[in-house]
């Protein structure tokens, strides 16, 4: 039965959000918290997880939390169920796209979805990132501590950041930025 309920959670969650996996974060939380599969200290761990893994962010975490639940049939099964959706949409879209583009209400469905978007992702960092910084064991329950440590290692990649664009005239790739803050990590909290 929980291969069934992680299917469908995942199937809902893909059917029901605009704007990618970030955008899918809050409807995650709810969900699979809520159902006690997993807590909010691992949600936050597979997020940054899920980041770091090559692939679509919304398939990484749906894979990890199915895992966490119900092993390797419970990672499939919560994968294809947050993929299927997109999968269905997009043909049907495919099917009929110039027809649908030009829809004045499509637009306009669309024009009031990007705002929601935005404030999705933009909600979801300002979470993260006071989850980080202030609270004990990432959780807003947790207890408020400020983590200095976070603090200087988010500060020193976001000068090195600045100052790399401003040098190079180009942003530094994913990968280097993963790694260095790796070995930040590891310099700045096993000190």
Known sequence: MIFFELFY?????????????????????????????????????????????????????????????????GAICSTIGVILPSIIIILIIAMIMKKFMKNKYV????????????????????????????FKGTSLKGEFEFDIRSFTLLVILSSMLFIYKKVKKKNLGAIKLLGLSALLGIIIFTV
């Open 9 to 73: 959670t995942f199937f809902l969650i893909g059917l029901f959000t605009f704007g990618g996996g970030y955008a899918m974060i809050p409807m995650i939380q709810e969900q699979v918290v809520s159902k006690g599969w997993i807590t909010e200290s691992s949600l936050t761990d597979f997020i940054a997880v899920s980041e770091a893994t090559p692939g679509p962010f919304a398939i990484n975490i749906s894979t990890f939390v199915g895992n966490s639940v119900g092993g390797v049939f």
């Open 107 to 134: 637009q306009g469905a669309l024009s009031g979805v990007r705002p929601v978007v935005l404030a999705l992702i933009l909600s979801t960092a300002l979470v993260l990132f006071i989850k980080v910084l202030f």
